[in-house]
């Protein structure tokens, strides 16, 4: 898929746990492509979600693309981890800790064949980003501050950060997506596209609804 491909993904932080096989396959039927899943360490973020084995877990379950989002610190110590539970893309923060670098970290990601992507927290500016973007296949710009689901949309914080990505991009004829997550419904996933996102990570907004085939419609008619 290229980057002007609009496309949902479920993010699984909004599902329930309680029958995982079920809610991946739930989001199947609603037309989902790719499946968020966010992985939050207490220590980066101010909350504790799963780590690789919930991963593992999701992959037995299906054969959806996995997007992977690191949301720790030192995610190169635990890469591998990731890599080996089956994600096929991988983004990790550039404001984490590392025992080595964010470049080492990528560099690995796309060794194992992995795509890969950096992700700015809703006060990182762009500009932290340039140092990769040669190297990316995604960049998520988090349009709520990382580590709950429900908050409301960031718009002034985060979308004149995502025009510039998108204008950098399209002026060095580079391909890689452009991904929010946070705050993303009907009303607010358009204008993230009409800043030149294409990836749109739902959470509360697709998994919450009892219909989620109609939510998926919706959210996908919202951004076509």
Known sequence: MDHTTNLILPSLLASDWSNIDAQVKRAASAGAQWLHLDVMDGNFVDNI????????????CTDMYLDVHLMIHRPDHYLERFIKAGAQNITIHVEAN??????????????????????????????AALPFVQDIDLLLVMTVVP??????FMEKETMPKLAAARDYRDA???????????????????????????????????????????????????VA
């Open 49 to 60: 979600s799963f780590g690789p084995q919930m991963v593992q877990v999701v992959r037995n």
């Open 98 to 127: 590392y025992d080595t670098s964010v470049a080492e970290t990528l560099k690995r990601i796309r060794a194992a064949g992995l795509h890969c992507g950096v992700a700015l927290h809703p006060n990182t500016p762009f500009e």
């Open 172 to 222: 060095h004829g580079l391909k890689f997506h452009l991904e929010v997550d946070g705050g993303i419904y009907t009303n607010t996933a358009p204008i993230a596209k009409q800043h030149g996102a294409n990836l749109f990570v739902c959470g509360t907004s697709s998994f919450g609804p009892p219909d989620m085939n109609q939510s998926m419609r919706d959210l996908a008619a919202s």
């Open 147 to 152: 580590g709950f689901g429900g908050q409301p």
